[in-house]
């Protein structure tokens, strides 16, 4: 799924963002921005803290930074996550065309899809009760064909 901003809009918004919440523009900061806009996944926070650490050997940067930025950047619907129960959260681009998820139970992949059956029928589940709908989220979790043909 393809990113539906430029880059230059989303890195201008975070400083906006940061300067709103009093906190300081840094080159950590949006290196964690950058690796999640650059790169399509989901992204456990200890993998961002790998991702920079292997590719920016020279940036200082610690875990609590990641973890603090991606709150701020999913509190603002930067970015957004799936969670894992207690394995935790996976982070991906949250400004991207909408879609839903297939999990792995097994493997932890996440597949991304989008149905236009599935969005027409909750439309008209929320309207038969009712409901003025704004957003929704479907992770629906099983296991992959990969893991099913593993004995």
Request: proline share 1%; hydrophobic share 30%.
């Amino acid at each position: 799924m393809s990113n539906t901003i430029a880059y230059d809009d989303v890195l201008e918004n975070f400083k906006k963002l940061l300067k709103s919440n009093n906190l300081k523009y840094t080159t950590q900061r949006e290196l964690i921005l950058k690796i999640i806009y650059d790169n399509d996944g989901h992204f456990t926070p200890e993998d961002i803290y790998n991702l920079i650490k292997e590719s920016y050997p020279e940036v200082k940067l610690g875990i609590a930074t990641v973890y603090r930025t991606l709150t701020l950047l999913e509190d603002a619907e930067i970015v957004s996550s799936i969670s894992f129960g207690t394995q935790g959260k996976k982070y991906e681009f949250g400004l991207k065309k909408h879609h839903d998820h297939l999990v792995c139970t097994k493997c932890g992949s996440i597949e991304e899809f989008y149905d236009e059956t599935i969005e027409k029928r909750q439309e008209e589940i929320a309207k038969k009760f009712n409901f003025k709908m704004t957003d929704h989220v479907m992770k629906i979790t099983g296991t992959c064909s990969v893991c099913m043909t593993k004995k």
